[in-house]
């Protein structure tokens, strides 16, 4: 079960699909317009009512856009969150009520878990961020830096309290149509957080497991999302690629901007005067360049293309962060909103991008340099392919096939 926009639903085609494989049956649940992507990998889906884009598109979604702070952001996702959540408690219910074991993205969490409890199934959350409270980083959906061992704990605790608000009416619901004692929120959170067990789809490289998570956290390595044998780029986009040099790409995945013409300016100016030719993604943003010199393309496959990249400009998002790793390509990361400008802050540490550049502060000028150095400086290119071939020999579904057989013996 997973909710939210393509980041948040492709990394379980290929977790769903290494299942299948180990002799599963896997239905991916999520919004109606993903399901090519279950068809794509051979799974099972059932459809939820709510359309992401349209939610972002709304008066709702454009107020959360034009906060200025994460925080900000971040308060305006809970309210609008609220709105439509209880729309989708019916086919989540439905989906669970033919399942054996139910699996639960960091998004719907809370009512993922009721439901499970109600109809007596085993369940465990596969997770995408860390979300746990730790004192070794900020809550990543704040999107700012440390306040330190006490600060980092405690504002952790304080984020996943208001994203338990955005369920409580939901989930008492769905309590009282399950037979379950009605329980406040707090209490429905201690009782996941003393031994659910989670497993999370990055790799322990990119983020080493906290030393202060409780038992039954754990960290797999990466959901690669999955690819069918015959994908291949659009002939127009592999005639450009190998007309030049290795141009870079720039896309904000499902991030909307508030002017993307005047982004999409500033995008191809900075590419121009750093020399550099660019694959520029529409994406939900809109972005678009027209020129000899950069190509407009929607949505192709990340590991066929960011590979042949001289550099990964993107919006910080946790799936097109493990794209660009795991193609071992130098990243620019722009975080818009929420996790990213954590996602952002590892790939600085990491050494495969030289800064970060949030996108309220980005100029053709701030963007020209951080290609230069992304582009001109070997060492980040050297330390992404040492990193890249390090990610890639991870096993990230395994770690999952054994804690679902887990699950079946209890």
């Known amino acids: 079960m997973t909710a939210g926009s393509r980041g948040d639903v492709a990394p379980y085609t290929g977790l769903g699909y290494g299942l299948m494989r180990a002799g599963h049956e896997v239905t991916l649940v999520s919004h ?38 994460d925080v900000g952001k971040l308060a305006h996702l809970v309210g609008m969150a609220r709105a ?18 139910v699996l639960v993205s960091s998004s719907l969490g809370p009512l993922g878990h009721t439901i499970a409890q109600g109809l007596g199934l085993p369940s465990m959350g596969v997770f995408l961020q860390p979300l746990a409270p730790t004192r070794e980083f900020a809550p990543p959906l704040t999107g700012t830096r440390s306040w330190g061992a006490t600060g980092n704990r405690l504002a952790g605790h304080a984020v996943n309290a208001a994203i338990d608000h955005i369920f409580a009416g939901a989930a008492r619901e769905l309590r009282s149509r399950l037979g379950l004692p009605p329980t406040g929120s707090y209490t429905a959170r201690r009782a996941r957080e003393r031994g659910w067990p989670v497993l999370h789809g990055f790799s322990p490289l990119v983020v080493p497991r906290p030393r202060d998570w409780r038992p039954g956290l754990d960290i797999t390595g990466y959901w690669w999302p999955h690819d069918p044998p015959q994908a291949e780029l659009p002939a127009r986009l592999r005639d450009f690629l190998d007309s030049g040099p290795p141009p870079v790409f720039v896309g904000l995945g499902s991030a909307t901007v ?80 929420f996790d990213a400008s954590f996602w952002a802050s590892r790939l600085v540490a990491v050494g495969v991008a030289p800064r970060s550049i949030p996108l309220r502060t980005l100029t053709s000028a701030t963007l020209t340099a951080a290609l230069r150095e992304a582009t001109g400086e070997p060492l980040h290119r050297r330390r992404a392919q040492a990193l890249s071939e390090r990610i890639r020999s991870e096993d990230g579904v395994a770690p999952v096939v054994s804690a679902l057989d887990r699950l079946g013996r209890t």
């Open 32 to 69: 109606a317009c993903f399901a090519p992507l279950a068809a794509s990998a051979g799974l099972g889906f059932h459809p939820l009512p709510v359309d992401p884009r349209a939610e972002l598109a709304s008066a709702r979604g454009r107020t959360m856009q034009r906060s200025v702070t």
């Open 84 to 101: 439509v959540v209880g729309r989708m408690s019916d086919d989540l219910l439905q989906a669970a009520q033919t399942s054996d074991v």
């Open 258 to 337: 508030p002017e993307p013409e005047r982004l999409s300016r500033a995008v191809v100016r900075a590419l121009r005067a750093a020399g550099l030719r660019g694959v520029i993604q529409r994406g939900w943003g809109g972005l678009h360049a027209d020129g000899d010199d950069v190509i407009t393309i929607d949505d192709v496959p990340h590991s066929l293309l960011f590979p042949e990249m001289a550099a990964i400009v993107h919006h910080a998002g946790a799936g097109t962060t493990a794209a660009g790793l795991r193609a071992g390509v130098p990243a620019v990361p722009v975080p818009v909103q």
